[in-house]
């Protein structure tokens, strides 16, 4: 069985600050992490994951998360927030490319101008 | 990249009438897609797991004669609501992985169903 979580259900941030939005999992085999951003009654965009390769993933609008195998942890960092980056975030596992994702509970994040 | 597309976006029906929600895969084929409802200000709770030419796997507390599910064709899945009640009022996501990649799920827009 997996599981996600998501430390802290809202994130409030000043405008061009870091951005540290916290994610732990579990997981009986090695995982496929990803981080989702959903704006208002929209679907899910995928902002990054992780595969198995580097554990320094990059992805879109300037994120970035760092696998920690022995944190079991996936936090997504942004050096500097933007307005736009007001939304929320889910963090989700899978233990196989083709499965169900397990999702993370959520954190909203607002950024303050 | 590839998408998947849901359709309608928002719903609005009322009690005891049913509902079909369309997801389909545009520039790959899918053998297999999920589906998800997420409640205000929640997470997402996988339903079920859409196959194509087989029965759908529902998760426990997944009423399947609720939540009618058919994958008739590699690039299509549908969920009907039958006999919707208010409380079925949520929104419901639907997800596939891509061929061309298959180490990423794509996301359809979701749909708004709101019973009255």
């Known amino acids: 069985a997996q599981s996600v979580t998501q430390l802290g259900s809202h994130v409030s941030v000043s405008e061009g600050a870091l951005v540290l939005l916290r994610c732990n999992y579990s997981?009986?085999?090695?995982?496929?992490l990803f981080w989702y951003v959903q704006y208002p009654n929209q679907g899910l965009q995928l902002l990054l994951k992780?595969?198995?390769?580097?554990?320094l993933v990059k992805g879109i609008n300037g994120f970035e998360a760092e696998f920690k195998k022995s944190e079991t942890s996936f936090h997504l960092t942004k050096p500097s927030a933007h307005m736009s980056d007001a939304a929320e975030y889910f963090c989700?596992?899978?233990?196989?490319?083709?499965?169900?994702?397990?999702f993370g509970g959520g954190t909203r994040l607002m950024v303050k101008p | 990249g590839a998408v998947v597309s849901q359709h309608p976006s928002r719903v609005i029906c009322k009690s005891g009438t049913s509902v079909k929600i369309e997801c389909r895969s545009l520039?790959?084929?899918?053998?297999?897609m999920f589906w998800y409802r997420q409640f205000p200000k929640q997470s997402l709770m996988l339903m079920a797991t859409?196959?194509?030419?087989?029965?759908?796997?529902?998760e426990q507390g997944v009423e399947k004669d609720k939540f009618l599910i058919n994958h008739a064709s590699l690039t299509l899945s549908t969920l009907t609501v039958t006999s919707a009640h208010p409380e079925d009022s949520s929104f419901y996501i639907c997800?596939?992985?891509?061929?061309?990649?298959?180490?990423?799920?794509?996301f359809g827009q979701g749909t708004r169903l709101t019973v009255v």
């Open positions: 859409s196959n194509e030419g087989s029965k759908a796997t529902y």
């Open positions: 992780y595969t198995s390769a580097a554990t």
């Open positions: 520039d790959f084929q899918a053998t297999t």
């Open positions: 989700a596992v899978s233990d196989n490319a083709g499965n169900m994702l397990t």
């Open positions: 997981s009986s085999v090695p995982p496929y």
């Open positions: 997800s596939a992985w891509s061929g061309l990649n298959r180490a990423e799920a794509f």
